[in-house]
């Protein structure tokens, strides 16, 4: 069983700040990684991917990989209150199977005004 | 343009009863996948339609779901006999195909299934 870990939450964080979001996965095989946002009641939306190892910046987000540890993280910086979601982290399947993301339960985070 | 198109938005039913999820993907997209995500839960993967290839149905949770689809064109999901733990939001998403590392997957807003 493929697994997909996420600190659950929910992860509060004051305007202006830094909020740090880690994601765990048991596929070594894994090659693709994959971070959406899903406001409350809205379907996830795609805003960031990474593939190799080390930092990829998008604007205020920074996702970073490393797959000896099998482990994945966003940044977001100089968080603000329209960042208030739930990130999900997604990770393809190896192989054949790399069409299939398995997605964790997603971190709830709250940015305080 | 439109994006991907799910009906109904809402559905209450019956436990025991059929029903029927549809989904219209983005013009073009020639993959089609089906998730469920329950309350606090993360997304599940269903089945993955494409083209004119073998589905892979291997997320289907038991013989009552099914799912089909036309060409590269509509999908429906069909839940028969259903049951209170089958209540969750279902999720279409449709992408150019070749995996989600060259092409993005755009969901739907979802039907939320509540079965009483």
């Known amino acids: 069983q493929k697994e997909v870990e996420q600190n659950s939450g929910p992860l509060s964080v004051p305007e202006g700040a830094i909020a740090s979001l880690n994601c765990t996965y048991s596929d070594r095989g894994s090659q693709s990684f994959f971070w959406y946002r899903q406001y409350s009641g809205k379907s996830p939306e795609l805003i960031m991917s990474?593939?190799?190892?080390g930092d990829k910046e998008d604007g205020r987000f920074t996702a970073q990989l490393n797959k000896a540890s099998q482990y994945v993280s966003l940044l977001i910086r100089d968080s603000q209150p329209s960042d208030s979601a739930t990130y999900l982290c997604a990770v393809s399947g190896s192989g054949g199977s790399n069409y299939k993301l398995t997605f964790g339960k997603g971190t709830l985070l709250t940015v305080n005004p | 343009g439109a994006g991907v198109s799910q009906s109904p938005s809402n559905k209450v039913t019956e436990k025991g009863k059929d029903v029927e999820l549809r989904c219209d993907p983005i013009?073009?997209?020639?993959?089609l996948y089906w998730y469920r995500q329950r309350l606090g839960q993360g997304l599940e993967f269903l089945i993955y339609f494409q083209g004119n290839s073998a589905p892979d149905k291997s997320g289907l949770p038991s013989d009552r779901f099914s799912a089909e689809r036309t060409g590269e064109s509509v999908s429906t999901l069909t839940i028969q006999r259903t049951q209170q733990e089958d209540s969750a939001v279902y999720l279409c998403?449709?992408?150019?195909?070749?995996?989600?590392?060259?092409?993005?997957?755009?969901f739907g807003n979802g039907t939320r299934l509540t079965v009483t």
């Open positions: 013009s073009g997209h020639t993959a």
């Open positions: 990474i593939y190799s190892n």
């Open positions: 998403a449709s992408s150019l195909g070749g995996g989600p590392r060259n092409s993005p997957l755009h």
